[in-house]
Every structure is written in structure tokens, then in C-alpha cells.
């Protein structure tokens, strides 16, 4: 499968998989925060920031009630209605360009994921290097044609979406010019707990859909990620905070500045030593070989004394004959002197 280039970068098997450090609402809506947060990232090393973009309008409906209503024990964001919750995690579209600029500065890729076709129309006006569509967006096709056209990169996260579901999108994407497909094995709960992660996933997808395949991961640690990259993620995607104790939105599930700097370490570790199918020892490892265990003299011996348990041994170093021709070499007589230490040889018989 070929490389994606998304801005300077490219992705692909074999290289270091892509960090996107999401900020999602963990700026608590201050602009200085947000700042702090793309430093952040940037000295931790990776490689894009990711912004949200939406208002409460253009994601739900103003409504406190039933379905729009958070009851669900297990929630994070209990007792808060989706229009409440959204208004106090929304990125202010007029921080938009600022941030990406400063983003840029820092070396790093920007770009967000958008929640409505007026969202894709804004963030054309700023030319991300390329889209990622949310989990609970991957079933709008009108979203999905609408990034696809743009002619850029498109991140779909899978969390939730049937393989059908999947296909669909897929389908639209491809239709709509958009080759440049990465779809993220997602588990759309909050946190993720690493039993629901179903990596084996990643390179059934690659293969099912001839894409590129990453994570975006809500699990804690770095675990589940560096598992992810061993089975073929080129991608990966991983809230994060300044402070996980601060109470932002998703402070809960997402990574400190150290351990998105441990993250950018490991999985780079992880894409290196997947390697190839390779036996027998490495050029590194050639010189190792003499550490072996092989067979010598172990006492000093004279022409004709019979070799035995005691005067030969299987001892490091590997200079000598193969450990496995001890039985064969017992019983047999020496025709010359061999001192101890002597590399055992077919010479010596």
C-alpha cells in the first residue's frame, strides 16, 4: 500500500505511525490554554493538532429534555443536556486561525474535524492539510461528500459503524474523488476500557477496504496504541490534556504532556521492530556468536585419553564443536595433547 502525504508527512507501513494530539474542549475555553496545549504537543513530538469544529446549533437541537438530556449513570457528562455539554467543549470558530497558525509555527500539522457542511465550508477558508470525520459522524453522507470533495486526506473514525455501515462510507468516499482514505479503529465510550478494543480489527480493515488503517484511542496509557501499531496502525489519535486532574470535558480520558511524549516514543519503537520475517542472526547479532555455548577441553589431556563427562564440556565461548555432538564425542580417544581451553574440533580425533 502506498504512503499518504498529509502536509510534509507521510504515513505509511514501515514508518513511524502519525501522532494527532486531539484538543477536543480540554481548553476549558481559554484561548491561553489552547495555546499551552499546542506547546505542548509540540514538545512532546507530535505531529498535528486537532481541533473540533461546531457550535451547540450546528450539532444538536436547543432542547433540555428526554433524549437530549444526559441520564446515563455511566456517563461522564451526566446531567447535562447535549446543547449545554457542547456549548462548554466548543472551540470558538473565531480561534480557528490563530491557533492553526501557531500550530504551524511550532511545526506542527493543524486541522479539525468538522460537524456540519457550514463547518467543511469555514475550514476550507483556512486549507487544513486535511479532514478527520467523528464516529458519530461516519453515517453522514452529506458531511462525508462534502470533506471528500475538497480533494484532500480523509481520518474517519469507525467507532459504533457495522461493516456495512463502514462500506457505505467508503463508497461515498472514493465516489466523491477522495483515494486518500485512513480509517481509525475506534471504541466510542468514554473512557474505553482495553477489553472493547478489538485490535485484531485493524488489519481486517486494511484488508477488507485497501486503506490505510490507524486508532483513535480512548483507553488509558499507551498500551493499547502500541499494541495497535504491531498489527498495522499508521495512525494514531489520542485526547489530551495539561493536567488531567483540571476538570476539562475530556480531561478524564485523555493523555498528559508525558505521556504523549511516551506515546510518540513507543509506537515509533513499535513501527521499527515489526521489522520482516527474519531467522538466524542479524549483522548486529553476528558478532555475538562467539558467546555461544559450544564444546572444549576441560581439563588437560594427552594422546590416546578417552574423551569423557569431565575433560569435555559444553561451556561458553562458541569457538568449539556444537554442543550437540557431546554424545557422539564420549567414549572417543584424542590423538594429540590438548590442553584445557582447547576449542573442541574433528581435528582432535
Not at 493543524?110 to 467543511?120: G, I, K, Q, R, Y
Amino acid at each position: 500500500m502506498k504512503p499518504i502525504t498529509i502536509g510534509d508527512i507521510q504515513i505509511g507501513p514501515g514508518l513511524a505511525p502519525f501522532i494527532i494530539a486531539e484538543m477536543s474542549g480540554n481548553h476549558g475555553q481559554s484561548l491561553e490554554k489552547a495555546y499551552r496545549l499546542i506547546d505542548a504537543a509540540a514538545e512532546a513530538g507530535a505531529h498535528a493538532i486537532k481541533l473540533q469544529t461546531y457550535t451547540p446549533d450546528t450539532i444538536t437541537l436547543d432542547c433540555h429534555e428526554g433524549e437530549f438530556f444526559i441520564e446515563d449513570p455511566n456517563s461522564l457528562w451526566k446531567g447535562n443536556s447535549l446543547y449545554n455539554l457542547y456549548k462548554e467543549a466548543m472551540t470558538p470558530w473565531e480561534w480557528h486561525k490563530e491557533l492553526f497558525d501557531y500550530a504551524k509555527e511550532k511545526g506542527l500539522l493543524a486541522f479539525s474535524t468538522p460537524f456540519d457542511l457550514t463547518a467543511v465550508d469555514f475550514l476550507e477558508t483556512l486549507n487544513p492539510p486535511c479532514y478527520k470525520v467523528a464516529s458519530f459522524e461516519n453515517t453522514d453522507h452529506a458531511i462525508l461528500a462534502a470533506v471528500a470533495k475538497t480533494g484532500k486526506p480523509v481520518i474517519v473514525s469507525t467507532g459504533m459503524a457495522s461493516q456495512a455501515e463502514i462500506a457505505e462510507s467508503v463508497e461515498v468516499l472514493r465516489s466523491n474523488g477522495c483515494n486518500d482514505i485512513i480509517l481509525l479503529k475506534c471504541t466510542s465510550n468514554y473512557p474505553a476500557n482495553p477489553v472493547d478494543a478489538n485490535l485484531k480489527t485493524i488489519p481486517h480493515l486494511s484488508e477488507l477496504f485497501d486503506c490505510h488503517v490507524g486508532l483513535s484511542d480512548h483507553t488509558p496509557g499507551v498500551g493499547v496504541a502500541v499494541a495497535a501499531v504491531a498489527l498495522g496502525a499508521t495512525v494514531i489519535e489520542k485526547h489530551f490534556v495539561l493536567d488531567r486532574s483540571g476538570g476539562e470535558v475530556d480531561a478524564e480520558f485523555s493523555l498528559e504532556p508525558y505521556e504523549i511524549k511516551l506515546l510518540v516514543e513507543e509506537t515509533a519503537r513499535a513501527a521499527i521492530a515489526i521489522g520482516k520475517v527474519s531467522y538466524g542472526a542479524t549483522e548486529r547479532e553476528k558478532a555475538s556468536l562467539v558467546h555461544r555455548r559450544s564444546l572444549y577441553i576441560a581439563k588437560d589431556m594427552k594422546a590416546g585419553d578417552t574423551l569423557n563427562a569431565e575433560n569435555l564440556r559444553s561451556v561458553r565461548p562458541g569457538l568449539g564443536l556444537p554442543p550437540k555432538y557431546l554424545p557422539l564425542l564420549l567414549g572417543k580417544q584424542i590423538k594429540c595433547d590438548a590442553p584445557k581451553g582447547t576449542p573442541m574440533s574433528w581435528e582432535l580425533l
